[in-house]
């Protein structure tokens, strides 16, 4: 399964949503899809969703998905990597009125460097990455906030 999760700031992502119902409509993406749409005003006609997911059901799909689709958000990324999920992710940009800057292109560029993630960035090629991503082996993700704690406290002690 397909979890599309766009995140919960008040910007809409209708050109992945729509994207991904034309190509489920035309039969070249046949894996069940479900989305968190989050503001979009766009309507799918050919997966479920709901606008926002509570904490449990969003871990409940999490949990079901084996490949997920986001914004280039930190958290939606960090979250789907931590749980192993085969992620890709398409940054949200400014002249599509998807947020305010550019600044998720350089997120998803970091991520996709270091080998955890398929970045995209032409949503004509989702299908292709989609493909990529069953037989692509990326990186385990490996938090440091612990060595980071560990450095404050070692730092205010001294």
């Known amino acids: 399964m397909i979890f599309i999760t766009v995140g919960s700031q008040k910007f809409q992502f209708n050109r992945l949503l729509s ?4 190509l489920i409509g035309e039969k070249k993406l046949t894996e069940e899809v ?8 766009y ?4 997966y479920k969703y709901k606008d926002f ?5 969003f871990k409940e799909i999490m949990e079901k998905c084996d490949k997920v689709i986001t914004h280039g958000g930190t958290g939606a990324i960090i979250s789907a990597v931590k749980q192993g999920k085969k992620v890709i992710a398409i940054p949200r940009l400014k002249k599509y009125g998807e947020h305010v800057d550019n600044h998720q292109i350089e997120i998803v560029n970091q991520f996709s460097n270091m080998n955890l993630i398929c970045k995209l960035d032409n949503l004509v090629n989702i299908v292709d990455a989609i493909r990529y991503i069953e037989n692509r082996e990326f990186k385990t993700y490996c938090s440091n906030t612990q060595k980071i704690i560990s450095s404050i406290e070692k730092f205010i002690n001294n």
């Open 43 to 46: 309507i799918p006609k050919n």
């Open 53 to 57: 997911l509570d904490r449990d059901e």
């Open 34 to 41: 479900f989305a968190q749409t989050g503001y979009s005003d």
């Open 19 to 22: 994207e991904i119902d034309k």
